[in-house]
């Protein structure tokens, strides 16, 4: 097996090329979902203020009882874990799309590649966590702010990164 891409030898690891809109969208088509669920939680009707009266019955009465100020912080941390799972999420999803749609260079290794790829999940991270927080700046009950377009974009990388562990640890072949 050659490590590079390019060439002969590296012909049969080349990817489906998307040519017209619906060929494109059979590819992103999980990431345009997640898009929309990122839209959907981002408006007005699930921010803290909305959400956090119901989860903390919820909560009181499934978990452990807390009092309301407890409960303010437990919340806070808790929508701060989801930013960074939910982001971390949808980096790999982007990742998922963007390996479908870019293809290797001629004599380009497989690490290279990678990176490629990686920086450009991360990138498409990194404007839909920055459109999300542009957005909530226009919300009354929301506020925009910039340590959640990073906090995002951390979770995005942690959760490359644990991936690429993943497949190295079951596939030792695939380095």
Known sequence: MSSSYGGNGGSRWRR???????????????????????????????????????????FNDHIMGVTYEVWGFINWELRKCGHFVGYGLMCLIFYTCV???????????????????????????????????????????????????VTDCCGGFVLLVLWFGLQTFFRPDAR
């Open 99 to 149: 390996t479908r749609t870019l293809l290797p260079q001629v004599g380009e290794s497989l690490n290279r590649l990678r990176r490629r790829r990686s920086l450009g999940a991360l990138f498409c991270t990194f404007l839909l966590a920055s459109a999300d927080e542009f957005h909530q700046t226009f919300l009354p009950s929301r506020t925009g702010a910039f340590h959640d377009v």
């Open 16 to 58: 489906f090329q998307p040519q017209g809109p619906l060929q494109w969208a059979s590819v992103w088509w999980p990431a345009l979902i997640n898009i929309t669920i990122v839209a959907t939680e981002s408006t007005d009707t699930f921010s803290a203020e909305h959400t956090r009266h119901r989860f903390y019955h919820w």
